[in-house]
């Protein structure tokens, strides 16, 4: 009887367990407004969302760059770390009216893979720092895995008149339409001149189409994407980071692609490449370097 109990007690503690991962995970906590109190007004922020298995560490080199242009200030750049549950603790603290702040985000599960869950998180950044600081437009910059957070950001909330209106976004290394390990035919994917894929559509990208009828027309959008010389980055085809346009450009304020090319242009290069930095920099804040 003993250990039929002991069995018991197991199976509870397992499930329980099972039950919290599943729950952080599927059903990660959303952060509320705060009611308005004085907050000190800032400039438009910028947010930098990295990708799968990364860190915020991906983003310091375009930071950091930003900071020795002049652009912004070490005054303006904070972090937001994001726990798996999706609360949110901010480090560092923006001045009022600071020029240029930035927003390096950082997620404690980098390999969570749900991506309707990364774009409540990336929600809950963007209403943590509305929790603390008054600002109206925003900027979005994400690498790989950060960029479909940001999507599945603007496909899930685009009906929140609390949220800030999209500035401007920047996609680096996004497979919008899947990635090359993925991808059977590895990079035969091909494209139309409007960006729709012709093949191995992914459902993720069935999902994203919504974005045609919704998505922000004060937006302006830079695609930047990498090829090798063999129509890939090393992980995802250009034909699926260029299947963004189908996405965006029937709304968008403006539409751009910049590809890039040779040993820099890899997935995990772009994010420390000085000629991506220029563009950054142009795009977001017109700077030239």
């Known amino acids: 009887m003993k250990k039929i109990w002991q069995w018991i007690l197991l199976v509870v503690v397992v499930a329980g367990l099972g039950l919290g991962y599943y729950s952080g995970h599927l059903f990660a906590k959303t952060i509320d407004y705060q009611p308005e109190s004085h907050r000190p007004a800032i400039g438009t922020p910028t947010f930098f969302f990295h990708g799968y298995g990364s860190s915020y560490h991906a983003e310091e080199y375009m930071v950091n760059g ?4 002049g652009i912004t200030s070490k005054n303006a750049v904070i972090r937001a770390n994001v726990r798996p549950n999706g609360s949110v603790k901010l480090t560092g603290k923006i001045k009022a009216n600071s020029k240029n702040p930035v927003v390096e ?22 209403v943590m720092l509305q929790n603390h600081y008054r600002f109206q437009r925003i900027n979005l910059v994400g690498h ?5 957070a940001i999507m599945y950001y603007l496909r899930e909330y685009n009906n929140d008149h609390q949220l800030p209106i ?10 919008f339409n899947g990635l090359v390990m993925a991808d059977n035919n590895k990079n035969n994917d091909r494209v139309a001149s409007d960006g729709k894929p012709l093949n191995n559509v992914t459902k993720q990208y069935r999902y994203l189409e919504a974005l045609r009828k919704t998505y922000p027309k004060s937006a302006e959008v ?11 980055d090393g992980d995802l085809t250009i034909q699926s980071a260029q299947s963004m346009k189908y996405l965006v450009q029937p709304r968008a304020k403006s539409y751009q692609e910049q590809e890039m090319k040779g040993h820099q242009a890899s ?4 994010h420390h490449n000085d000629d991506v930095n220029a563009l950054l920099y142009s795009f977001l804040w017109n700077r030239t370097v």
């Open 105 to 126: 985000v950082n997620f404690d599960n980098p390999r969570n893979g749900n991506y309707k869950v990364d774009g409540k998180w990336a929600r809950n950044v963007i």
């Open 222 to 232: 830079l695609n930047i994407y990498g090829n090798k010389g063999n129509g890939t």
């Open 144 to 148: 790989s895995m950060g960029n479909m």
């Open 166 to 175: 999209l500035n401007k976004q920047v996609a680096i290394a996004g497979h």
């Open 66 to 69: 930003a900071v020795k242009e």
């Open 267 to 270: 997935h995990s290069r772009l």
